[in-house]
């Protein structure tokens, strides 16, 4: 574990551990929580990777579930426990309604960790080929989940509606993103723009109402 970015975060500013490897993904929360008074890691950063067995029923258990693993792991550090550290995590998916709302919390493991996404989104498409447009609503969803150094939850959760594509495009998103259709843009989530996507996706919305959370937070503690 790298501790020295932890231990040498700067007079005023709380530790913010955002429990991702996904580069992508920390490029939007970084992008989003710009100018709260933290210093925001992810665990690459920190050199460390989760063990958190997502067990959980719905997307709120789950980033409980991976928030609390890395906090429960740097408290038991002698040198970490004094610090104020916020950890945060995210569980998000899509949620068909052709298909009863899956993959829902099992998005990132349907049909194997091992399946790359062009894999999962070719087959969404061919299950849903049949499908007409009006019956091919779909919703991400996110929840992300802040233990704050107490240990005490912050939870947000927000969605984005859309349907899913008849066929994949788009290049500025990851995951699901290029089979994602936003009706009111004529667009997958793949195909606008990175800073518009932050505007209205599941996980920008969530980034928003959890950094309003935090700022209240913080505010009262004095940072």
Request: net charge negative; hydrophobic share 35%.
């Amino acid at each position: 574990m790298n501790k020295e970015e932890i231990l040498n975060t700067p007079s005023g500013e709380v530790t913010v551990i955002f429990a991702t490897e996904n580069e992508n993904k920390m490029v939007e929360i970084r992008e989003i929580m710009e100018g709260l008074p933290i210093k925001l890691l992810s665990l690459k950063d920190i050199g460390i990777r989760s063990q958190a067995e997502e067990t959980g029923a719905t997307f709120s258990e789950n980033s409980e579930i991976k928030a609390r693993d890395i906090f429960d792991r740097l408290r038991a550090d002698k040198e970490l426990s004094k610090k104020d550290i916020i950890v945060m995590a995210d569980d998000s998916g899509l949620c068909i309604d052709a298909l009863h709302g899956a993959p829902g919390v099992l998005s990132a493991r349907w049909l194997g960790h091992d399946t790359g996404y062009d894999e999962k989104n070719r087959i969404v498409l061919e299950r849903l080929k049949d499908v007409p447009f009006e019956k091919r609503g779909a919703a991400f969803v996110c929840d992300i989940c802040a233990v704050l150094p107490d240990g005490s939850v912050l939870h947000a959760e927000e969605e984005m509606r859309g349907a899913i594509a008849e066929h994949s495009a788009g290049e500025n998103g990851f995951g699901y993103d290029p089979i994602f259709f936003l009706p009111e843009y004529g667009k997958t989530s793949s195909e606008i723009p990175r800073e518009e996507k932050n505007r209205i996706s599941h996980r920008g919305k969530a980034l928003k109402k959890m950094s309003e959370s935090l700022k209240n937070y913080l505010k009262k503690a004095g940072c």
